[in-house]
């Protein structure tokens, strides 16, 4: 018989590796997004749908889960998150129109959007604060794995067989469904009525804002905006609101939600330009760039469960000092040497990339600890959320950028000012951090 803490630990092991697949699920696509287009005879703005219909429920469904995560048993959650998710990627399979590949994406987006709430859920309920920070350590290690794994893995199955084994390969995370069951708890929640209409609002609003972001449909924001108003009046007046205008009051926690936007923005950034720039100005091959990143990405995966256990220890005030400085080494290094030899950009990616695993790590514990335990499925939910629109707003900005310098010649000087920009939110973010969460 397992005691609860070994229980815990076995929790967090299937945790990761689900995190993994679902990490590579969501990156893999990228790759063969040309042979798609191919297949299909669809142009860019048309095959994009593939990775925006996907990252539009993706964001949507985290705060969503994250909500019922609140009322309903979580075992039941990933179950039923898992299974919509297989069945998306049987219609992949089998998929002989884009509107279906479409479908499957979106059925695979609204059941893996169960698993950035699960990561935020589990340390939060199943590790007591003092531990809290090893824990959400281990699940950055999942998504560092997947980032590092899901393009070398994307490109050898497109390579050796079709774009359709991609659907093929995301089956595989099944198997973790029955260790789910074997060791979450049977919590059945706090049963209750859920303001559906609220939740409908608010996946509304975040859908258009998205779709304003990475389609530039700018009519979307003013859609979005309104619906926004329309959440927060339902929010005011219902007895039971999706979201609690408590939960907004709490200056602490809508503090600690902007500098976590700030600081998922800064990661998207890094990990959209860095293939921009290596391409252009390095002139590497896809593998070749693949081989760059991977230092980092593995190395900041080793570092995780370290920066948690430093977090439990000192705290994550200490933490998010530490990857301050780790960010802004690798930053301004950066910003000095882009376009030098890319061994050079190898080194100083893996400085950043430790660093942003250290601050996600301590933003992710210092969010948990301002919610009450009833809170904390649709506040970790709310992260989880603004984590993807923050990543969507800094790639479309800085893509913004990079398109009109690209026909003023911009070269490695663009990069070097965006990087220093970065260097600039990174002194905002601790500064603001001390003001706001002196003991973390």
């Not at 995560?69 to 998929?95: C, E, H, P, Q, R």
């Not at 339902?234 to 602490?252: E, H, Q, Y």
């Not at 800094?394 to 070097?416: C, F, H, N, Q």
């Amino acid at each position: 018989m397992l005691t609860e803490e070994a229980r815990a630990e076995k929790l967090m092991g299937v945790l990761v590796v689900a995190l993994v697949f679902s990490v590579m699920n969501g990156t893999m696509f990228n790759v063969a997004l040309p042979v798609i287009a191919e297949r299909f005879s669809l142009v860019p703005s048309q095959v994009s749908w593939v990775m925006t219909s996907y990252m539009v429920v993706y964001a949507v469904g985290s705060v969503v889960y994250g909500k019922l995560a609140d009322n309903y048993s979580l075992k039941s959650l990933l179950t039923f998150g898992m299974l919509v998710f297989a069945l998306g990627s049987i219609v992949g399979m089998a998929a002989d129109t884009y509107a279906t590949v479409v479908a499957a994406r979106i059925l695979q987006a609204a059941g893996a959007a169960v698993m950035p709430a699960a990561s935020m859920i589990v340390p939060v309920r199943y590790f007591p604060v003092e531990k809290r920070g090893r824990a959400l350590g281990t699940t950055a290690v999942g998504l560092a794995l997947g980032s590092a794994l899901g393009p070398v893995v994307a490109g050898a199955i497109a390579g050796l067989g079709s774009w359709r084994w991609l659907f093929l390969f995301s089956l595989v995370s099944l198997a973790t469904l029955p260790l789910f069951r074997k060791y979450l708890g049977d919590d059945k929640g706090r049963p209750g009525r859920i303001d559906w209409l609220g939740g409908g609002l608010l996946g509304a609003a975040t859908a258009a804002y998205l779709l304003a972001i990475t389609q530039g449909k700018w009519q979307m924001i003013v859609a979005g905006s309104v619906l926004l108003l329309l959440f927060i009046v339902r929010i005011r007046k219902t007895a039971v609101p999706f979201v609690p205008p408590a939960l907004f009051a709490n200056g602490r926690f809508s503090a600690g939600l902007f500098i976590a936007f700030l600081a998922a923005a800064l990661n998207f950034s890094v990990t959209f330009m860095a293939p921009q720039f290596l391409t252009s100005l390095n002139n590497l091959s896809p593998g070749g760039v693949g081989a760059v990143l991977f230092p980092a990405a593995i190395a900041s995966a080793l570092m995780g469960r370290i920066g948690g256990k430093l977090a439990d220890r000192r705290g994550n005030g200490v933490l998010v000092g530490l990857a301050s400085g780790l960010l802004l080494l690798g930053y301004g290094l950066l910003a000095g040497f882009v376009g030098e030899a890319a061994h050079w950009i190898a080194l100083f990616l893996i400085a950043s990339q430790i660093g942003q695993t250290f601050l996600q790590i301590a933003m992710s514990g210092t969010v948990s600890r301002t919610l009450a335990k009833e809170q904390a499925g649709v506040g970790m939910g709310m992260l989880a959320m603004l984590n993807f629109i923050a990543g969507a707003l800094s790639m479309s900005v800085i893509g913004k950028v990079l398109d009109r310098t690209a026909a003023e010649a911009g070269g490695a000087s663009t990069y070097s000012h965006i990087l220093i920009a970065m260097c600039l939110t990174v002194i905002f973010i601790a500064g603001m951090y001390r003001l706001r969460f002196r003991k973390g």
